[in-house]
């Protein structure tokens, strides 16, 4: 695992933005997977101004992102396939057609994933994976627990995650109890992945990746077993390091 300690969130907005491009620039064809969540922002809005500029073409991109709460309405302003729109989609040349969310309003989650899951293979894979990191270590919307499943599925939110997720909402009790997502398997078949981590209140789930130990208590660790990951941290994120 590479590993880049920023100064600020800014910096690291602009080093994932860096990273994200050299993967456009090199394969304008890339299959990317993405991720929402407050922390892509600052690399989103660099990516589009890069576009805007003329400096980096998606045309032929394709793109699949992590997950989607269940059950949500597309339209919903809280929903994935929303977030991605406005803060990203519809300020690129990027063909919509070519940009995958799990499907909040499926009338069958299982038979979405399998969808879903198939989809990202017929397409070859995806060749760079960007994730995030929640404060109780979950990738996606894996969250810690004693098994883990391996493909794309439906799954229950912890409250942890639900509080977490209740600041972009009305209140707590219309945060949606499920999500659709990928599986750790379906993460780690990425040919390279892009982990950003920011924060003081996501130290000590980042601390458990410069461990030995792999727990299911926090999937993030599994990223461990991956041979191509780039971690972007900030200072709040990271603070004093791993202890000796």
Do not use: W
């Not at 396939?81 to 940009?99: A, H, W």
């Not at 009338?107 to 404060?135: H, K, N």
Request: hydrophobic content about 40%; charged content about 20%; proline content about 5%.
């Amino acid at each position: 695992m590479r590993v880049i300690v920023c100064e600020n969130y800014e910096e690291l907005s602009a080093q994932a933005a860096k990273i994200m491009a050299s993967q456009i620039i090199l394969k304008p064809n890339s299959i990317l997977g993405l991720a929402t969540g407050s922390t892509p922002v600052g690399m989103y809005n660099r990516l589009a101004e890069m576009n805007q500029n003329g400096d980096l073409d998606f045309s032929k991109v394709i793109t699949f992102n992590l997950d989607e709460y269940y059950p949500i309405e597309k339209t919903n302003c809280q929903s994935y396939r929303y977030f991605m729109n406005e803060n990203l989609f519809s300020k690129i040349n990027i063909d919509i057609n070519n940009t995958h969310v799990p499907n909040g309003e499926a009338a069958d989650p299982m038979v979405e994933c399998a969808r879903y899951e198939r989809a990202i293979a017929d397409c070859g894979g995806i060749d760079l994976q960007l994730l995030g990191i929640g404060q109780n270590g979950h990738i996606g919307f894996n969250e810690p627990g004693e098994t883990l499943s391996s493909v794309t599925h439906i799954t229950d939110l912890t409250e942890n995650t639900i509080k977490a997720n209740s600041r972009f909402f009305d209140k707590i009790e219309d945060v949606p109890k499920k999500a659709l997502t990928m599986g750790i398997g379906s993460i780690l078949k990425a040919k390279k992945i892009l982990l950003l981590v920011s924060g003081q209140n996501k130290h000590d789930a980042l601390m458990d990746l410069f461990t030995p130990e792999i727990k299911t208590n926090n999937p993030a660790t599994l990223l461990k077993v991956h041979p191509d990951v780039i971690l972007i941290c900030d200072r709040a994120a990271y603070g004093d390091g791993p202890a000796k």
